[in-house]
């Protein structure tokens, strides 16, 4: 029997059976292995397909080069155009999110009765994508950016909404105690003792998801919504690869550098 | 605010009780803090004084007895009137809880909260009197050279001065301090008690201070309370207490 040094002996302490390491190791398995199982079976997952479509793709690449850089004007003032639909689209998600996670925020919400309702209002709009969201604005409003820029706001707004409030749940609690025993009401806490330990992060958060925008407003053209994916879609219609690759070309530039210059700017904020 | 005489209790706790699940924290405790008055609580880990605080100032729901702060009976108190009732409570954290990216002189300020009008907060915009309240309190904690010091970059110490600085500043009519002295050297500690002590008498204003030195308690309080494991087993002027008290407190 081995002991402790005080010559006394410390059993384990209990654990239920699911804890112990092997049990937990096979079951943790066999729950990946089905998963993959289910997964490969739904998606037709067909090497053979990709075999023979492979010659048709070549075929493609070879068309593409030289780029046709003869539209390069208007395809940068078109990737101008997304880059702006993503900055328009982003501040109208933190207009609507704003508000929203207050009440979202379980440390900071002033009604228990609103807080799971906003929870629901909030995962609807960022489980529809902008996509999907842009689609009806373009059958509601009309084709062009706009369209594009109002799916891309409701999404953003929950997906915003969603991190700011989750940011917030994470903070310590003891500075909004402090200040609320100080009889201070609940704007003046929100302002004074949570924004400006969490401001930076509520920033990054948002510039994160304006990343995110620039990119996903690079296929809403294809819905008619704007953008530098009207472009691509014309192209992929008339088979003109030569002005797909600048389009591709474009797209890389554009997403890198936004990437970059948002990485860095989130780098100083922390 | 109504004026209070030396007789009035000012804090007057009635058979308090608080559990968590079934543990009882807090079993029957009972005692009163009178206006001027310095009362310690001695109490080993875990013995039920962050506890206690917090029942008093409802960041815990307690259980079962009566709170009475001044006019203010605590427990049935709910919304605004509980804001007011918390406007009159300094409270001095054990983990300070000051606003990491602010300043001391920010920190402080927290403790003008309640009377600044709301918009004047939000774009911080603080009256001169309060800003020279503000000040005043960090000059009497021995802070004024680091008032616009990042407070996440103080000392421990400095950080319960600044915690300190902002609890005078708010000239709250009750100071509860929760081990306000836990990581300072015993100079720092016996001024920050003294200043305690000093205001407790220029003001009038009931201090509950919870200690883990003895010899700090006999010094710098009128009345000594003995917790443990949540219960009162002593209630004494400071003069009176005695080594067998000390030993019953801590004993394990
Ligand atoms: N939120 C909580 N949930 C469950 N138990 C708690 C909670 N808060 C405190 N306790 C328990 O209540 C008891 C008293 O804790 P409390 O923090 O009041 O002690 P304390 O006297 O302040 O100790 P210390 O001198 O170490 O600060 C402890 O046993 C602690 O584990
Ligand atoms: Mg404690």
């Known amino acids: 029997m081995r002991t402790g040094d005080a010559g006394v002996f410390y059993p384990d302490p209990a654990r239920s059976w699911i804890a112990v390491a092997p049990v937990r190791f096979v079951a943790t398995l066999l729950l990946v292995l089905l998963v993959y199982g289910f997964s490969i079976y739904f998606v037709d997952f067909d090497l053979g397909r990709l075999w023979s479509g492979l010659p048709k793709l070549a075929h493609w690449a070879a068309k593409a080069w030289p780029p046709d850089a003869r539209e390069l004007g208007v395809l940068i003032e078109r990737a101008i155009e997304t880059v702006a639909m993503a900055v328009v689209g982003t501040t109208i998600g933190v207009i609507i999110a704003a508000p929203c996670c207050i009440l979202a925020a379980r440390n900071i919400t002033p009604s228990r009765l609103l807080y799971t309702p906003m929870r629901w209002f909030l995962n609807t709009l960022r489980g529809i994508d902008s996509f999907i969201f842009a689609l009806l604005f373009v059958a509601a409003v009309g084709l062009g950016p706009f369209a594009g820029v109002l799916g891309i706001g409701l999404h953003s707004a929950g997906t915003i909404a969603k991190l700011w409030s989750e940011a917030i749940e994470a903070v310590e609690p003891g500075p909004l105690e402090a200040a609320a025993l100080t009889g201070a009401n609940r704007l003046k806490v929100i302002s004074y003792a949570l924004l400006p330990d969490i401001l930076p992060n509520l920033t990054s958060i948002t510039l994160y998801v304006w990343e995110f925008n620039v990119r996903s407003s690079t296929v809403l053209g294809v819905v008619g919504a704007g953008g530098i994916g009207q472009e691509l879609k014309n192209s992929v219609d008339l088979l003109d690869f030569a002005r797909l690759f600048t389009i591709i070309l474009i797209i890389l530039a554009m997403v890198t550098a936004i990437d970059q210059f948002s990485a860095w700017l989130r780098r100083r904020l922390v | ?252």
């Open chain 2, 1 to 252: 605010m109504t004026a209070l005489s030396a007789a009035d209790p000012a804090i007057r706790i009635v058979g308090l009780s608080k559990r968590f699940g079934d543990r009882i924290v807090l079993d029957d405790v009972s005692f009163e803090v009178a206006a001027g008055e310095v009362v310690a609580i001695l109490g080993a880990s875990g013995a039920g004084k962050t506890t206690l605080f917090r029942c008093v100032t409802r960041l815990a729901q307690s259980d079962g007895g009566q709170i009475f702060l001044g006019e203010h009976a605590i427990r049935n108190l709910g919304g605004r009137q509980l804001s007011i009732a918390r406007g009159e409570i300094g409270l001095i954290f054990q983990q300070f809880n000051l606003i990491r990216r602010l300043s001391a002189l920010d920190n402080v300020l927290v403790g003008r909260l309640g009377e600044v009008p709301t918009w004047r907060v939000m774009l911080r915009r603080f009256p001169q009197r309060d800003r020279q309240l503000a000040l005043a309190a960090l000059d009497r904690v021995g802070m004024l050279p680091y008032a616009l010091q990042r407070a996440d970059i103080l000392s421990g110490g400095q950080q319960q001065r600044v915690a300190i600085a902002r609890a005078l500043a708010q000239q709250s009519r009750f100071v509860l301090a929760d081990e306000p002295v836990a990581s300072l050297d015993p100079q720092s500690a016996k001024s920050i008690l003294s200043i305690l002590r000093d205001i407790a008498r220029e003001r009038m204003i009931a201090v509950l201070v919870s200690l883990h030195q003895v010899e700090f308690a006999i010094q710098f309080a009128d009345r000594v309370i003995g917790l443990r494991a949540g219960r009162m087993i002593a209630d004494r002027p400071a003069a009176a207490f005695a080594e067998a008290d000390h030993r019953m407190i801590f004993a394990t």
